[in-house]
C-alpha cells in the first residue's frame, strides 16, 4: 500500500523545479506510505512521478518505486497489491528478477504482454500510474471494484500559463501546489448532501475526476488538451457484462463447496506479506468466516480486533458488537483484541475526521473504523483483512430483502392508499425510537416511490428526499443518474446487489476503510472482493442467497452454510447490526457542544452553501427527540468541519 502522484506539463521543465513539486506532493501523502519516498522526473517532457511506499512485500530497497522496467521504457507508481503475482511471474519469459516484488511482476507483465492482457491477468486491489517514455503516453489504471483511489485532471499552477495533468491517490496532493485553487464542485456537493459521498467520476474539487472502477485512462500529447479527454476513460473489466454472463448460468447446487474452496485458495494468496496481519472482527457472518478460515490454514494464533462501546447512557449497548466478536474468537482461539471506544476517544477523533477524508465523507461508521484502525497500528501490524464485499455480493442488506417485496406489494396501490400506508408506519410505537426513526422513513420514502425500484434504491441511499430544502440554491442541484439505470439481473433483488457492488461500494464502503486504514498506514484487505469470489456468487440465484424459513428470509445463505460447519449457528441468533454506533444520542450528548458550534447561523450564512433556517429547524427537532433526519445531520456537520478547514 502507498501513495502515488504526479504531474504532467506538457513541455520541459527544469529539473529541479519537477522535483521540488514531486516532493511537495509526495510530503501530503507520507501517511500513506511512511516507510520510503522515491521520485522520478524527465525534465525534456516536464513528467514527475513521486512515491511513498508501504513496505508489505519485499522490505528492501529492491522493492523501491518508483520502478522501472528491465527495457527501461516504462516507468510505474503503484498503490495495492496483485495477489497472484507469483502465477503471474511464472507465466513470464523473463529471469532477471530484481526483487520479490508484485510490483516489478505487474511492470513485467505489461512489457510483455501490454496493459490490457496484463489487467485482465491480475487478481488485485490497486490504483497505479504508468509511464511510456516510447509513445509519451501516461496511463492510469484502477482494480476491478474500485478499492483504491486514485484522482486525476487538469489544473492551473501559478507562474504557468499552460493547464496541467494532475494525479494522486489524494485530493490534498493536489491541493498542495501552490496557485491550485480550491474550487467546489456543485454537482460533487449535491451529491454528498444527498448520499453522504461523493460519486465517482466527480471529485468535490471542479476539473478533477475519479477514475472509475475497472478503468484505465490513456493520455498522451495528443489528447492532452483535448476537452474531450474523460471520453478517453477505457473500461477493462465491465462489472455489468462479466455479471451478466455469470446469472445466465446460475446454478446453486455445485457453488457452495466451489465458493468454500475459492475462498480458502483465495485467502492464501492474500494472507501472504512480509509483516505480521490480523483480521477486523465484529462477530458477524462475513468477518468471522475469514476469521474462521484463516485460522483453520494458520499453525499460529490469528489476531483479531473489534470495537466495544462501554455504556454511558446513551444507548451503546444497541450497537455493541464486542461481546459477539469476542465469543466468535474465544470459540476459534484467536489473540483476541477488543478496543472501547470512549467519550474521550469521541472528543479527539471528531475534530480530525474531515482532515482523514480529505473530500467530504459522513458514514458515522468512520469514526469506529478510524480508531480500530489506529489502534491495529499502533500494535506495529500493517495488514487487517476484513469482510467488506460479502453483503453487497451475497444479499446482506435489509434492502435485498425488502426493496423487492414492497415493489411488489405497493406498486399498483393508489396514491391514496400509499398515503394512508406511510401513515400508519410513521405513527407506529417502536421500541428503540432513536434506531427506528430513520429506518420508518427510509421505509415510507420506498412506499411512496414503489411504482419504480429504481427510485427505491434511490431513496434508501439517500439522507433525505427533500434535499433541496437544505441547499443553498436549489438551481444549483445536479444529481447523479440514478445508479440502476442499465444494471440488467434476472431479478430485482440481484439488480439492487449489483447496484451496491456497482454505486455503494466504492463511493462509500471501500472510501471509509480506505482512508482511515491508510492515514495510520494500514493496509486492509477485502477477501470478499476477489473476481473469482464475485462470479461464483452472480452464479448462485438470489432465492438461494436471500433463502426463506416460513415467514423469515435468511440472508447470505451461501457465506452461513460454509460458516456453521465450522462454528454453532447459535452464535450468529441475532439481527444484523452493521458497524455504527450510536449517532443519534451521542448529538444529544458527548457531541453536542461541537455540533451547535458547527451549525451556529452565521458560520452557516458566512460559508453559503447551506440554507442556516432548515439546519437549524431540524437540529432543534432532533434535539427533542426526532431522530428520522440523524443521517442527513452528520452529513451536515461534517460539510461543516471540511469546509471549515
Known amino acids: 500500500m502507498c501513495g502515488i502522484s504526479g504531474l504532467w506539463f506538457g513541455s520541459d521543465i527544469k529539473e529541479k523545479i519537477l522535483k521540488e513539486y514531486g516532493y511537495q506532493m509526495s510530503n501530503s501523502l507520507y501517511k500513506r506510505g511512511p516507510d520510503a519516498r522515491g521520485i522520478w522526473s524527465d ?32 516507468i510505474i507508481i503503484f498503490n495495492g497489491e496483485i495477489y497472484n503475482f507469483e502465477k503471474v511471474k511464472s507465466e513470464l519469459n523473463y529471469l532477471g528478477w530484481k526483487s520479490s516484488s508484485d510490483t516489478e511482476v505487474l511492470l513485467n507483465a505489461i512489457q ?92 468535490i474539487q471542479k476539473d478533477i475526476y475519479q477514475l472509475e472502477p475497472g478503468n484505465f485512462i490513456e493520455i498522451s500529447e495528443k489528447n492532452f488538451y483535448s476537452p474531450e479527454i474523460l471520453k478517453n476513460q477505457i473500461c477493462w473489466w465491465d462489472i455489468n457484462n462479466i455479471s451478466k454472463k455469470c446469472f445466465e448460468s446460475q446454478n446453486h447446487e455445485s457453488k457452495i463447496l466451489l465458493l468454500e474452496e475459492t475462498l480458502n485458495d483465495v485467502l492464501k494468496e492474500q494472507k501472504l506479506a512480509d509483516v505480521p496481519i490480523a483480521t477486523l472482527l465484529s462477530g458477524g457472518i462475513d468477518s468471522s468466516l475469514i476469521t474462521a478460515l484463516l485460522q483453520k490454514q494458520s499453525s499460529r494464533k490469528v489476531k483479531t480486533f473489534s470495537i466495544s462501546f462501554p455504556g454511558t447512557g446513551y444507548s451503546e449497548e444497541l450497537f455493541d458488537e464486542g461481546p459477539f466478536a469476542k465469543k466468535v474468537a474465544s470459540f476459534l482461539g484467536t489473540d483476541h483484541n477488543e478496543i472501547k471506544l470512549s467519550k474521550n476517544n469521541l472528543q479527539d477523533i471528531i475534530p480530525k475526521i474531515t482532515s482523514i477524508y480529505s473530500e467530504p465523507f459522513a458514514d458515522a461508521s468512520q469514526i469506529a473504523t478510524y480508531l480500530i484502525s489506529k489502534e491495529i497500528s499502533n500494535r506495529n501490524i500493517k495488514v487487517a483483512l476484513s469482510g467488506d464485499g460479502a453483503d453487497e455480493l451475497f444479499g446482506g442488506y435489509n434492502r435485498h430483502k425488502f426493496l423487492p417485496l414492497i415493489h411488489e406489494k405497493f406498486r399498483n396501490f393508489p396514491s391514496l392508499l400509499k398515503n394512508f400506508s406511510a401513515n400508519l408506519i410513521k405513527f407506529y410505537p417502536f421500541n428503540n425510537k432513536d434506531l427506528a426513526q430513520e429506518r420508518n422513513r427510509k421505509f415510507i420514502d420506498c412506499i411512496l416511490s414503489s411504482s419504480e425500484i429504481e427510485y427505491m434504491y434511490e431513496n434508501t441511499l439517500s439522507n433525505n428526499r427533500n434535499i433541496e430544502f437544505f441547499h443553498k440554491y436549489p438551481n444549483k442541484i445536479k444529481y447523479c443518474k440514478p445508479f440502476m439505470n442499465n444494471i440488467i439481473a434476472p431479478s430485482n433483488a440481484e439488480r439492487v446487489m449489483l447496484a451496491d457492488s456497482i454505486s455503494y461500494l466504492p463511493n462509500n464502503i471501500l472510501v471509509k476503510i480506505d482512508r482511515a486504514a491508510m492515514h495510520v498506514g494500514l493496509e486492509t484487505r477485502s477477501p470478499y472482493l476477489d473476481e473469482r469470489i464475485a462470479r461464483i456468487a452472480w452464479n448462485i440465484k438470489s432465492s438461494k442467497k436471500l433463502s426463506r424459513n416460513g415467514k423469515n428470509y435468511i440472508s447470505k445463505s451461501p457465506l452461513k452454510e460454509i460458516l456453521f460447519k465450522m462454528i454453532p449457528e447459535s452464535y450468529f441468533n441475532r439481527n444484523k447490526h452493521g458497524f455504527s454506533i450510536p449517532l443519534a444520542t451521542w448529538l444529544r450528548g458527548p457531541l453536542r457542544e461541537w455540533a451547535d458550534d458547527l451549525l451556529n447561523t452565521d458560520l452557516i450564512n458566512k460559508q453559503d452553501y447551506l440554507s442556516s433556517s432548515e439546519v437549524k ?17 452528520w452529513t451536515i456537520l461534517i460539510w461543516q468541519s471540511w469546509i471549515n478547514q
Not at 516536464?46 to 527501461?72: A, F, W, Y
Request: some cysteine; aromatic content about 12%.
Open 43 to 74: 525534465p525534456n517532457l516536464g513528467i514527475v512521478l513521486s512515491h511513498t511506499r508501504l513496505s508489505i512485500r519485499d522490505l528492501s530497497s529492491n522493492g523501491s518505486q518508483p520502478m522501472v522496467s528491465s527495457n527501461e521504457n516504462f
Open 112 to 203: 510483455e504482454w501490454g496493459i490490457k492482457k496484463t489487467l485482465r491477468k491480475c487478481y488485485g486491489m490497486f490504483a497505479f500510474a504508468l509511464w511510456d517514455k516510447k509513445e509519451r503516453k501516461l496511463i492510469l489504471a484502477k482494480d476491478k471494484f474500485g478499492q483504491k483511489p486514485l484522482y486525476w485532471g487538469r489544473i492551473k499552477i501559478r507562474d504557468f500559463e499552460n493547464q496541467v495533468i494532475a494525479f494522486s491517490s489524494d485530493l490534498s496532493a493536489i491541493w498542495s501546489i501552490p496557485g491550485v485553487e480550491k474550487n467546489i464542485n456543485y454537482e460533487a456537493f449535491s451529491d454528498f448532501l444527498k448520499y453522504g459521498y461523493v460519486c465517482a467520476p466527480k471529485s
Open 617 to 633: 429547524k431540524i437540529w432543534r427537532l432532533h434535539l427533542k427527540g426526532n431522530s428520522e433526519n440523524t443521517e442527513l445531520l
